[in-house]
């Protein structure tokens, strides 16, 4: 009987305590940023040797919490990225973009790394066409 009862009591101190626990959770805010692009893959087509090489990705903070784009790496040194270190608010779009030098011939796809607290991680997003000479 007395093993019983102690047991009892052990039970009862650690169901109240899990219960403690699970409030403690809830006190942390779960905000989080959500990067949605509006494409993730940009196609120059072909296009003429020099000629206009920027193109622009449009994105969205879906999420509840500031977005904070802290880095973009390119796959390559001739392609540049261009974006603003201001946090983006949710609900509000932000612009990123490259500009590409067309002054390489044929065909290219090129990757860029966008790193950011947004969920999920980095994202990759890419660029792709062909360069032909110009008449």
Sequence with gaps: MKRVLNLSLVLIFALSL???????????DTKIAVLKFKTEVIDYGTIEQHSEGRRTFTFTNTGDAELLITQVKTSCGCTVPSY???PIAPGETGELQIKY?????GAFTKTITVISN????????????????SK
């Design 18 to 28: 899990f219960n403690a626990i699970s409030t403690e959770f809830d006190k942390y």
């Design 84 to 86: 603003s270190k201001a």
């Design 101 to 105: 030098d067309t002054k390489r011939l």
């Design 118 to 133: 947004a969920e999920g991680g980095n994202k990759i997003l890419k660029i792709k066409g062909n360069i032909v000479t």
